[in-house]
Every structure is written in C-alpha cells, then in structure tokens.
C-alpha cells in the first residue's frame, strides 16, 4: 500500500480507500468479509456517508477493536426519510444522525464532512446559517478531527475552498466527468451511458478547483472514479474503448491534490481486485491512449499521464508541469510549500536538455520544453 499525505492535516491515508455505499442493506457477513479485506490489505480510510443506522452498526462491529486502525470520513447532513437518502440542513435532524454516527464509532469521526455542496443553495444553507456553526464547534469540541465537504461542482467547491474553513474535500473524479462542461450534472450521466457528444476536453473549471487545492493545501479523496462502472463498460463508456480499474485509479491519483481513490467494493474479492493496481506495470495504468480519442480537445494541455517518461536528464515531468500549472494561478504569490516541494525533486526544470525525447512522446502535443524553461524561471524568482 502506498499512503500520501491528505493536504494539511498531517494524516496520511492508503491511496485506495474503501467507500462504503454498497455495503448498505448487505447482511453482516458480507460487511464483515469487505472490511477484513480492507484491513489486511491495508487501506486505511473509510467513507461512511450512508444515513442507515445498520450499515454504521455493521461497519462497527466488523471493525470491532481496529477502529483505531481506520480514518473515518462521516457526513454531517446526511439523513433519510422513508429509507431513502436525503440531505438536510436543519439543526434538529442533522445532529440526531451524526451523534448517532458518533455514538457508534467511538465518539469521534476523523473527517467530518459538510454534504453535499453542489449549488448555490447548497452553499447559503451551509455557509450562511448555523450549520456552519454546528460544525466548528464538533471540531472545536473534539468530536471530528478535521472539517471537509462533499461536492461534484467544481465552481460551488472553489467558492467554499475559498472560505478557508474545509481542509479536506471529496470530489467526483474521472476523465469523463473532467470534460464534461461545469454547467452539465454530472451525476445525470450515471443512469444511462456517457454522451460523448458532450465532452469538451479537461474543462478549465475543474482543472482549477484540483490546483487551487494544491495550492491552498486541501486534500481531495475521490468518489466516482469509475463513473459507476460505466467507464469500465463497452457500451456505456464515451471513450473508443473501455478504461481498466488500474487506469481509472490512476488518473485520478495523477490529479494535483489528490489523496485517495474511494473504491465502492463490497467484497473480499472486489478489494483484491483493485489492489491488483499496485502490481501492474506502468503501460497498464497508462490512461493516455483511451483519452486521447478526444486528442483533438486535449491539445497542447498536460493531463499528467507521464507518457513522456523517462527523460534522460532525470525529470519528474508530469510534476513539474503540475507545480507549474499551481505558480501560473498567481507568478507573484506562488506558496512557499510549492516552492519547497519542486525544489525537493530529484531533478528541476532547469536540468532539461531540450533533447526534445519527452514531446516525441506525449499523446497531446503538449510544449514541454517550453514549460520547463517557464519552470525553471518561475521558480527561480524571489519575490522583494
């Protein structure tokens, strides 16, 4: 198992975690089996955002004395009328699901996230009364670790990024839901099959949202990394063919920010199936080849596949375009922790060559050279 660092809160979580959606109206048996799964293997993050008291009950006791073992990553408005999910924002309702959420793993969540900020609405009925509020003082009080949110719009998470207050978020990421335009749901597409007609390449939005989180040092776990599974199918996916589960956890482990990849398993062998993803080779997580069907709207912009690897002077290319895409946000006020981290890599922009090895490979006709000598230059200046 790899674990990366989630932002700034200085946990660390595996880089493929367990979402435990499909584990809701599952009896014991299988819970228990996907959470022994998990443990052995490693994965060390949870999502619990199912309302369901029997799910949380069930999650709990399979987990039994290793809850310290685990993140938990609980959702505050998270609810249900007539067993269905629901979200809400009124105080009564949302403290009485996630006491009982705290109540059964142990009086503490690790992550508490806000649910569900897609709109503006959303927005204004979490920031702008005292859910807000309630949620500062569970953190003030101890009762979570850390305060993040849900989200699947990239313009809604950026303003509440903005804020200051989340530390953490959750976002649906995958190279299909990447180009859809920020004005189509997202979430209308895991019904029926992907409309190719609709994506537009990396839209600007949420290439934003995922370098304005490395910047501000917000971590992202990541839901919907398969689209359902969709991505994963031959008649649904919008891509010439079918994306792997290693290439669909890679890309979104490639996106700037991102922590962990939230699988929604609900077996031992689902769990061992993923895991397959620290074993394959690089050509086999290579997500390049099945987007670059839409290589026309991919010019010239760097996805951070690293098909341009190896450099002969050493480069981690990928992450210094990366790092660059974060300066460009502000050349004047670039972070000083981003400074730090591309001046810790092995090898600098400032080593390139211009051998030109890098652009006879990349898929998209991205200036790499270009970049690097940008690179080198920003990251050269000290600001007065």
């Known amino acids: 198992m790899k674990y990366i660092k989630l932002g700034n809160t200085g946990k660390h979580v595996s880089a493929i975690g367990l979402g435990c959606e499909h584990l809701d109206r599952k009896p014991y048996s299988v819970v228990k089996e996907t959470v022994d799964s998990a443990l052995s293997h490693s994965i060390n993050i949870f999502d619990v955002f199912m309302p369901g008291k029997?799910?949380?009950?069930?999650?709990?006791?399979?987990?039994?004395?290793?809850?310290?073992?685990?993140?938990?990553?609980?959702?505050?408005?998270?609810?249900?009328?007539?067993?269905?999910?629901?979200?809400?924002?009124?105080?009564?309702?949302?403290?009485?699901?996630?006491?009982?959420?705290?109540?059964?793993?142990?009086?503490?969540?690790?992550?508490?996230?806000?649910?569900?900020?897609?709109?503006?609405?959303?927005?204004?009925?979490?920031?702008?009364?005292?859910?807000?509020?309630?949620?500062?003082?569970?953190?003030?009080?101890?009762?979570?670790?850390?305060?993040?949110?849900?989200?699947?719009?990239?313009?809604?998470?950026?303003?509440?990024?903005?804020?200051?207050l989340p530390e953490m978020l959750m976002f649906s990421v995958n190279p299909a839901f990447d180009m859809l335009p920020v004005e189509v749901d997202s979430l209308e597409h895991l019904d029926g099959t992907f409309n190719a007609k609709l994506l537009e390449g990396i839209d600007a939005q949420r290439a934003a949202l995922y370098t304005l989180c490395e910047k501000k040092q917000v971590g992202i776990t990541v839901m919907k990394a398969l689209g359902a599974g969709k991505l994963l199918s031959k008649e649904h996916t919008p891509f010439a063919s079918p994306m792997s589960v290693s290439q669909c956890i890679h890309y979104a482990l490639t996106r700037p920010a991102v922590s962990s990849v939230l699988l929604g398993c609900q077996s031992a062998a689902e769990i061992g199936s993923a895991m397959k993803y620290f074993d394959v080779s690089d050509s086999e997580r290579d997500y390049s080849e099945v987007i670059s069907s839409f290589d026309s709207a991919f010019q010239g912009s760097c996805v951070y596949c690293s098909h341009c690897q190896p450099c002969p002077a050493s480069i981690d290319i990928a992450t210094v375009i990366k790092y660059l895409d974060i300066a460009r946000l502000d050349v004047h006020s670039i972070p000083p922790s981003i400074r730090s981290h591309y001046r810790n890599l092995h090898a600098t922009a400032d080593a390139c060559t211009k051998c030109g090895h890098c652009e006879s490979r990349c898929p998209f006709g991205v200036p790499i050279i270009k970049n690097m000598a940008e690179a080198a230059e920003l990251f050269a200046y000290i600001p007065k």
């Not at 007539?82 to 690790?110: A, C, W």
């Not at 920031?127 to 101890?142: A, H, I, P, S």
């Open 54 to 164: 029997e799910v949380r009950e069930h999650i709990a006791k399979a987990l039994g004395d290793r809850r310290s073992d685990i993140l938990i990553q609980g959702h505050i408005g998270a609810t249900d009328v007539n067993e269905q999910y629901d979200i809400s924002r009124d105080l009564p309702t949302v403290k009485k699901y996630f006491e009982e959420l705290l109540r059964i793993f142990g009086g503490h969540i690790d992550f508490g996230m806000m649910f569900f900020i897609d709109s503006e609405k959303n927005y204004r009925d979490v920031f702008e009364t005292d859910f807000v509020k309630y949620v500062e003082t569970l953190k003030k009080n101890g009762d979570i670790g850390h305060i993040g949110f849900s989200s699947h719009n990239p313009v809604t998470a950026m303003k509440a990024i903005n804020t200051g």
